[in-house]
Every structure is written in C-alpha cells, then in structure tokens.
C-alpha cells in the first residue's frame, strides 16, 4: 500500500477506536487522559492477515479495545483485504502483545 493508503487505513481504525473506547465505561478515564495528552498514536509494521487476527485475538484476551479495518477494495487492494488493526488501551498491556513489532 502507498504511504497515503496506510495513513487513510490508520485513520479509520483510530476513529473506530476512539468511538468504541469512548462509549465502554471501562475506557473512560483511559480515553479521557489520551485525550487530554496529546493523542498519542504509534503505527507498527504488521507481519500479515494471519498475524493481525492473532493479534486481535490477543487484545481481545487481554480486555484490551480493538479494532480491524478491510478495505473496500476500490483502489490499491482487494475487496475484504484485512489492511489494518487498532488497539487501545494501558500501554503496558499493548505491549506486551506488539513489543516485538518495528515502527513502520
């Protein structure tokens, strides 16, 4: 994908994030304080499809916020194509599923 497709895909999952974690009680102090500290978003290189669904499968065990975006397929990749994921939630938790990923 082209930097601008990563960016578009990036930002649809960070949205999606956003509203997810912002109507979860849980997340209220969480999202509350990103907020009010700059909105902090770190985008790692992802290894493949396989890897992102374990990868949310993972944030999911943790009680951690995420979210997948699979693009629609109108410009640079197929329709369905898992493109991207969000996670959100303590940082410390995060990393523990994504310490090993390199920023992209």
């Known amino acids: 994908m082209s930097s601008g497709k990563i960016a578009s895909q990036t930002a649809h999952a960070a949205v999606s994030l956003y509203i997810k974690a912002k109507s979860n009680p849980i997340f209220f102090i969480e ?10 978003k770190i985008v ?6 396989n890897s992102l669904i374990d990868f949310e ?10 979210q997948t975006v699979r693009d629609a397929g109108r410009t ?15 940082i410390s ?3 523990k599923i994504t ?6």
Do not use: M, R, Y
């Not at 640079?76 to 303590?90: D, N, R, S, Y």
């Not at 310490?99 to 992209?104: R, T």
């Open 99 to 104: 310490s090993h990923l390199n920023l992209l």
């Open 44 to 49: 790692l290189k992802g290894l493949d499809e």
């Open 31 to 40: 999202i509350d304080t990103w907020v009010n500290t700059g909105q902090a």
């Open 76 to 90: 640079q990749v197929e329709p369905g194509a898992l493109t991207c994921l969000g996670i959100f939630g303590k």
């Open 93 to 95: 938790e995060i990393d």
């Open 57 to 66: 499968t993972k944030a999911s065990d943790a009680n951690l916020i995420s």
